[in-house]
């Protein structure tokens, strides 16, 4: 292990990581919010637009992440759609992660008692209000282990970026293998801004999960 090498290229590890940090919660950010909808969608049933849902979702979760990257980075700019790289990769992930985050609040939806929200209703309860004082809080808490692991699986899927020659994680590692070979140092150094990246976002996780268990929510 030459540890001189570790340690001369560690900035440009710790560069990589911030960009794909950041790529990775500006489009688990947007999956999230574009789950949530079609999960919304979903369970109240609206027309037409639940048909789109559930087209986009199959689509979403049987193609893989490498080729919505190549479509979205090479054709959209065939039919004028201009982007760069970033973009492309926030899109791809907020394109593929809301398929899977709106299967996860779907089911925590879906696990919540349609009597209570029968009995909110009785109480003179809007459906406003029943959404947001019933069932959601119950919906959230289910779905936190399924939707903690889609953040992580997401995360992990950031190292196809180096594919539109994205300056991430996967590409300086693979960038200074090709030029150095020095093959164990930096697939070490990839292994450890990785695990640096999603250990906390898995102890998060756990933790949320305890606490909402022992709050009374969830199994």
């Known amino acids: 292990m030459n540890w001189e090498f570790i340690w001369e290229y560690l900035p440009l590890y710790q560069k990589a990581a911030w960009l794909t940090v950041r790529i990775g919660l500006m489009g688990i950010t947007i999956a999230i919010l574009l789950g949530f909808i079609c999960a919304m969608i979903q369970y109240y049933k609206v027309p037409i637009l639940k048909r789109v849902v559930s087209v986009y979702i199959e689509l979403s979760r049987n193609t893989p992440l490498l080729v919505q990257l190549f479509f979205i980075y090479y054709g959209l700019p065939k039919i004028g759609i201009q982007t760069n790289a970033e ?73 196809v970026f180096s594919a539109i020659s994205l300056m991430d994680l996967m590409f300086t590692a693979k960038d200074l293998i090709g030029l150095y070979y020095k093959t164990t140092e930096s697939l070490f150094l990839l292994v450890v801004f990785y695990l640096i990246i999603l250990l906390p976002i898995s102890i998060l996780g756990s933790l949320l999960e305890r606490r909402l268990r022992h709050a009374g929510f969830g199994s």
């Open 87 to 159: 973009i492309c990769g926030i899109a791809g992930l907020a394109f593929l992660g809301g398929s899977y985050m709106a299967e996860a609040f779907r089911s925590g939806l879906e696990a919540v008692d349609s009597i209570q929200t029968e009995s909110a209703l009785s109480l003179g309860m809007s459906n406003y209000q029943t959404m947001a004082y019933v069932v959601l809080p119950q919906a959230i808490s289910v779905s936190i282990p399924a939707f903690m692991a889609n953040i992580i699986f997401l995360m992990k899927e950031t190292s």
